[in-house]
Each structure stands twice: as structure tokens, then as C-alpha cells.
């Protein structure tokens, strides 16, 4: 059974048998369905990596990237609703609220799109 599990540096992630750290990382129940989908199905996985990376290059910053990516991984958690298992059964029983992707788009920039360098402060020096 996938989890998180609170531990004092942040939150340790299982999924199968590997644990991961995800420091300060918390992903809702519809969050974690679609991370641990994506993880099991590479062509998936793949299609949302390119969409990740692409909406980074796109975007003046993570926050409007996460924001635009939380909508799209919405739509795609509805459309998986529909065709495959673990989200049609999850359907069935939870039924389907919109619920806030923000977090699981957040983790997917910091796992698969390089970090932007950050601005030097100006030293006002010529």
C-alpha cells in the first residue's frame, strides 16, 4: 500500500517497497493516485514529463507553470476516471470532487525540470 509517513526531516514516501524523501512534500489521496500511476506506466509518465518540461520553458516562473500543469493533471485525473484501474475504482467509492492537484504539479517541476539559476544580487558596484 503506497503512503506517506510524517518523519522528522520532512515526509518519506513508499511506494511499493522504495522509500523516498520528499522534504515538505504532502500529496492528497487524487494527488498520489496519479503520481503512482504515472510511476507504474512510462509511456505516461513520459507524455507528462515532456508536458512538465515544456510548461517550465513556457512559464515566467514554477508558481505559473504549477498552477496551469494543476488544471491539466485535474482533467486528466477525470478523463483516467473514466478508462482505468486504480481511478475507476476510486470513483466508485470517493466519486469525483475537484479536488486541488497544486501539490503533485509542484513535486513533478522539482523531479523532472532542472532548477532556473538563481538572480545574483545586485551589488550596486560598477
Known amino acids: 500500500m ?3 509517513a510524517a518523519v522528522a526531516e520532512g515526509f518519506a514516501v513508499v511506494f511499493g517497497s522504495r522509500p523516498r524523501r520528499l522534504a515538505g512534500m504532502s ?3 487524487c494527488e498520489q493516485r496519479v503520481f503512482d500511476y504515472l510511476e507504474r506506466h512510462r509511456d505516461e509518465r513520459q507524455f ?3 508536458k512538465v ?3 517550465a520553458k513556457i ?6 507553470a504549477a498552477a496551469q500543469l494543476a488544471g491539466e493533471l485535474w482533467r486528466y485525473y477525470e ?4 478508462v482505468a484501474s486504480p481511478f475507476r475504482e476510486a470513483l466508485r467509492v470517493e466519486g469525483l470532487q475537484k479536488t486541488s492537484m497544486k501539490n503533485l504539479a509542484e513535486l513533478l517541476l522539482r523531479l ?3 532548477p532556473r539559476p538563481r538572480k545574483k544580487p545586485d551589488s550596486g558596484l560598477i
Open 53 to 55: 518540461r515544456s510548461a
Open 27 to 29: 500529496l492528497n489521496r
Open 59 to 64: 512559464s515566467p516562473d514554477h508558481h505559473v
Open 2 to 4: 503506497n503512503c506517506n
Open 112 to 114: 523532472w525540470v532542472e
Open 79 to 82: 478523463e483516467r476516471s473514466a
Open 48 to 50: 507528462w514529463q515532456d
